[in-house]
């Protein structure tokens, strides 16, 4: 699977939240999410910018892993692959055994909504402050993804520059 | 947890099936299971003594990560480590990204028993042969848990060796 998002920095929630209910944004919950990376022995995902997570969300443990940022998009795109984990506790003891080390820990309060076919997310990070990330429908069809987001952003009445780092990366930095 | 295990070749699982069916062994089912093992980029798992298996069985794909052997212990002992994860074709595909890889599969039809608490396994390994594998109860009240397997072993009329090598490297050395 092929992500193309874009995460902006916002100075409050609340407006685009009004202007997404005011277009007839789907509200699709509010998430409780806590995010554990993890780096490699062999390989310092900081430098190839690749990404290990298990996601603890609602009772399910998801493990990601996300490869490098592809140079040939404007927003951030990667390959993504999602596998539901039965225990993240003990997954993380078998990372433990395999070399693999824990980096940080990333807290969240994420509020989805379903827009044009996008998936809108207005996110409280722990220590980072408020975000919005506009993540593109994962549809062969969709001729420009990246117009869309941008057209979405418009709408929503965001402005500033994408910010193409992660939360973990952006978290690691304030460090 | 750890597991603590013996392994015997025997010419034919039908004198044990008997054996265990006389003296009121439970019959806990037959699954096929196939075993992907994976290596690491980062050590030998040869070497280093660990395994790292996907298995699938009947729907289920359960992760193992597996220890050295500990040297205390006349039969198998070491740590094992098991999730259960939604895909393990996905798990495939994200432990390739990771740069392990994939060093052989283990197809085998297991008929489980338990007797005397102890877990039984009368095993077919395809271009293998057959087993009998004995797995003492998981119980810290156990205080000789490899005398219990010696006389299980006894009474179910097993005699030979104990195999201390896994079915995968049982597998490798017929390359």
Redesign the interface.
């Given at each position: 699977m092929l992500e193309i998002e874009c995460k902006l920095r916002v100075p409050a929630l609340e407006p685009v939240r009004e202007r997404l209910l005011i277009s007839h944004g789907t509200p699709l919950g509010t998430f409780a999410e806590r995010d554990s990376y993890f780096n490699?022995?062999?390989?310092d995902f900081g430098t190839t910018d690749?990404a290990?997570r298990i996601r603890y969300l609602d009772g399910r443990c998801i493990?990601t892993?996300k490869?490098p940022k592809k140079k040939d998009y404007h927003f951030k795109a990667r390959?993504e692959?999602?596998?539901?984990?039965?225990?993240g506790e003990?997954?993380e003891?078998?990372l433990t055994?395999?070399?693999f080390f824990k980096v940080a820990e990333v807290r969240k309060t994420r509020e989805n909504y379903r827009f044009r076919g996008a998936t809108i997310s207005l996110d409280t990070v722990e220590g980072l402050g408020t975000f919005v990330e506009i993540e593109a429908p994962n549809r062969i069809d969709l001729k420009d993804p990246e117009k869309l987001i941008e057209d979405i952003a418009r709408e929503l009445g965001i402005s500033g520059t994408p910010i193409l780092t992660s939360y973990l990366e952006l978290l690691l930095a304030t460090r």
């Open positions: 490699a022995p062999h390989r690749e290990l493990l892993y490869g390959e692959i999602n596998v539901d984990i039965a225990s003990e997954f003891v078998l055994s395999l070399g």
